[in-house]
């Protein structure tokens, strides 16, 4: 079965500092990867997304996430926090269901900035 | 703008009462997902649509029903068999059978609440 993992549920990080929002996936074939922001009561929002073109990708606000088939990793990062970023994020991997793809959510990952 | 309308965005329910959320897309996306999601736990598949007149359970269906009799439209009866049905509810669409590589389009939910 294909699967998605999310390395710490809670990641806190001081304003300005690196962010890094762990994600590993288990496919057995390409997979399709893609990264997720949920503010509080509020949908989620599409940060990024890989589909087999380049390997490092960029997304909205910062964020990019690069793929890495040997380690099975797509891990979110953003060079510098702002306190706007705090928010819950989710990792995805699109994966065949009978005929159909459908994404696999991880279980999110809630990030805190402090000032 | 195309997008996707959750309503209400707050709901009480009593106990014994059958209550809807209602889901509407302009997208003309043809897949439609609902979603329940609890402090913690991440997103968890109640229902989804691949087509019109056609829906398929997810990982938690029971004490929920659906309907699916236009393709704009995908709304979410919460039953009084449903035993503990306050959450947050999420529903997103995508385009083609599954999202491919194109992800889903999430609305901005409904809170449910048991009083």
């Known amino acids: 079965a294909q699967s998605v993992t999310q390395l710490g549920s809670h990641v806190s990080v001081s304003e300005g500092a690196l962010v890094l929002l762990r994600c590993n996936y288990s496919?057995?074939?390409?997979?399709?990867l893609f990264w997720y922001v949920q503010y509080p009561n509020q949908g989620l929002q599409l940060l990024l997304k890989?589909?087999?073109?380049?390997?490092l990708v960029k997304g909205i606000n910062g964020f990019e996430a690069e793929f890495k088939k040997s380690e099975t990793s797509f891990h979110l990062t953003k060079p510098s926090a702002h306190m706007s970023d705090a928010a819950e994020y989710f990792c995805?991997?699109?994966?065949?269901?009978?005929?159909?793809?459908?994404?696999?959510f991880g279980s999110g990952t809630q990030l805190t900035v402090l000032p | 703008d195309g997008g996707i309308t959750q309503s209400p965005k707050y709901l009480f329910r009593k106990e014994g009462q059958n209550v809807t959320l209602s889901c509407e897309q302009n997208l003309n996306h043809d897949a439609m997902y609902w979603y329940r999601q609890d402090p913690g736990q991440g997103l968890r598949l109640i229902y989804y649509?691949?087509?019109?007149?056609?829906?398929q359970k997810g990982d938690i269906a029971e004490g929920y029903s659906v309907s699916r009799e236009k393709k704009e439209s995908f709304p979410l009866t919460v039953t009084s068999a449903q035993k503990n049905p306050t959450a947050f509810y999420l529903c997103a669409s995508s385009y083609g059978q599954g999202g491919s590589n194109y992800g889903y389009t999430f609305g901005s939910g409904t809170r449910l609440t048991v009083v």
């Open positions: 496919s057995s074939v390409p997979p399709y």
């Open positions: 890989y589909t087999s073109a380049a390997t």
């Open positions: 649509s691949q087509i019109v007149n056609d829906f």
């Open positions: 995805a991997v699109s994966v065949f269901s009978g005929s159909a793809r459908q994404l696999t």
